[in-house]
């Protein structure tokens, strides 16, 4: 193993090949390697969330605390990168936005896989995979099964505090709040001595929760900055769209349940 090199490890000359502009702008490689690096910590955390999962449908949550508290710090990270972004002008992005065509992040199979296997589930999305067939079924596959969430449910199941039976649903259409998981978490969060993992593992997914939100608002604010309130390049509403999804929480009661408290 003493012949790899750094370069050759991480096979850097593919990966410096991988930005390709199409057009004499600078700002456009920029734009170009923060959406590439969006990217791969996109597919690290899918790679974590399935770990996590993994370990709390078998009952084994303390391990699965570091990998939902390395997708916390990742997401952090991948928020941070709108700042980069927003050193761009309404003017360097403007000289270049006409080569992307319809192209935007609005169509990131990734991070939509991200959103099904946080429970936000719309299958609407799927389409924009059309002519990406593998990709489309590792989105279909995150859209039909369970998501982290109810993999967390079934352990509030499994601990007798909510009945298995009022869990059972359609995996692949958005979850429905129900008032007695919301009752079940009170019960954890009114006792957290008896229900300590459970406890521990709440406040874990309110932190993905709330890390994903601090994304959302994050990127709508830059985007704002740069393009104001023109549309997106994906035919979207722009700022508009991405405030909209400001309301969606992945895990509802671990919020509503505050109120009671």
């Known amino acids: 193993m003493a012949d790899i090199t750094y370069a050759g490890y991480l096979a850097l000359d593919e990966l410096l090949a991988c930005q390709r502009p199409l057009s004499d702008h600078p700002d456009e490689r920029l734009f170009i390697i923060l959406h590439q690096t969006k990217e791969l910590w996109l597919r ?104 982290l969430y109810d993999a967390a449910l079934s352990q509030l199941a499994a601990s007798g505090l909510v009945l298995a039976g009022l869990l059972e649903r359609d995996y692949a259409e958005p979850y429905q709040p129900s008032k007695d998981v919301e009752d079940a978490w009170l019960e954890v969060y009114r006792d957290t001595t008896q229900w300590w993992e459970l406890y521990q593992l709440a406040e874990k997914l309110v932190d993905l929760d709330d890390a994903l939100l601090t994304w959302r608002q994050k990127h709508a604010t830059t985007v704002e900055r740069i393009i104001g309130q023109k549309r997106g390049t994906g035919g979207t509403e722009g700022v508009g769209y991405l405030r909209a999804t400001f309301a969606r929480r992945c895990f509802p009661e671990l919020w509503s349940v505050r109120t009671r408290l």
């Open 44 to 147: 690290q955390i899918l790679d974590e969330l399935d770990m996590a999962q993994a370990l709390i449908a078998a009952g084994d949550l303390t391990p699965a605390y570091k990998n939902l508290a390395r997708v916390s710090r990742i997401q952090a990270v991948m928020t941070l990168q709108w700042d980069v972004l927003a050193t761009m002008t309404p003017a360097d992005y403007s000289s270049f936005r006409h080569v992307l065509g319809g192209s935007s992040g609005f169509q990131s199979d990734q991070f939509r896989t991200l959103e099904y296997r946080l429970g936000l589930k719309d299958a609407d999305f799927l389409r924009f995979q059309d002519d990406r067939p593998e990709a489309q079924a590792r989105m279909r596959k995150a859209l039909e099964g369970p998501s």
